[in-house]
T-cell receptor, first 113, second 114 residues
Framework: AQSVTQPDARVTVSEGASLQLRCKYS??????LFWYVQYPRQGLQLLLK????DPVVQGVNGFEAEFSKSNSSFHLRKASVHWSDWAVYFC???????????WGSGTKLIIKP | EAAVTQSPRSKVAVTGGKVTLSCHQT?????MYWYRQDTGHGLRLIHY???????EKGDIPDGYKASRPSQENFSLILELASLSQTAVYFC?????????????FGSGTRLTVL
């Protein structure tokens, strides 16, 4: 069955440090993958998306993600985090048959000063 | 930028009572969705609609009704609220003809059923 797993419920990093948030997917076929971010007291908003092509995709605010078919992964990265990155990050895969998204459980990113 | 507003921001309801959550979008998107979010879980689709006066069941529709009286408005109705419906509810809209997987979300409604 199609699914998305975010193994880390919470990640804590120091401001200025690099970041990787993990996402594993299970999908029959070619996946279309997404990262959404939920800032405190706000709704979710799109951070970046992968359509088949270049495996590394760039998003807003210095975020990027890399698709790996062999590892069934779509990890999110940032070279240097800022306190404003404190948020919950959701990975999702699209059911292309009806464009519905299957969501991971989210990873809460906490920034240490 | 698409604007989706939800009301109320939070609500406390009693078991067996009726609850209505409202959603309003201003970008003339065709599709609208209701999701619920539970701690430690991803978003789960409750109902959606692709045109006014029509709604469709999502993955977890039991215990919920939806209403789309106009392009802009989409409501979620709990006729008999239960403890298990305590969650955060998100409304979202999308222009399926233009970018089918970029959803625009409201800020959520935190519902507590006592």
């Amino acid at each position: 069955a199609q699914s998305v797993t975010q193994p880390d419920a919470r990640v804590t990093v120091s401001e200025g440090a690099s970041l990787q948030l993990r996402c594993k997917y299970s999908y029959f076929g070619t996946p279309y993958l997404f990262w959404y971010v939920q800032y405190p007291r706000q709704g979710l908003q799109l951070l970046l998306k992968y359509y088949p092509g270049d495996p590394v995709v760039q998003g807003v605010n210095g975020f990027e993600a890399e698709f790996s078919k062999s590892n069934s992964s779509f990890h999110l990265r940032k070279a240097s985090v800022h306190w404003s990155d404190w948020a919950v990050y959701f990975c999702a895969v699209s059911m292309r048959s009806n464009y519905q998204l299957i969501w991971g459980s989210g990873t809460k990113l906490i920034i240490k000063p | 930028e698409a604007a989706v507003t939800q009301s109320p921001r939070s609500k406390v309801a009693v078991t067996g009572g009726k609850v209505t959550l409202s959603c309003h979008q201003t970008n003339n998107h065709d599709y609208m969705y209701w999701y619920r979010q539970d701690t430690g879980h991803g978003l789960r689709l409750i109902h959606y609609s692709y045109v006014a006066d029509s709604t469709e069941k999502g993955d977890i529709p039991d215990g919920y009704k939806a209403s789309r009286p106009s392009q802009e408005n989409f409501s979620l109705i709990l006729e008999l609220a239960s403890l298990s419906q305590t969650a955060v509810y998100f409304c979202a809209s999308v222009d399926r003809g233009r970018d089918a997987e970029t959803l625009y979300f409201g800020s959520g409604t935190r519902l507590t059923v006592l």
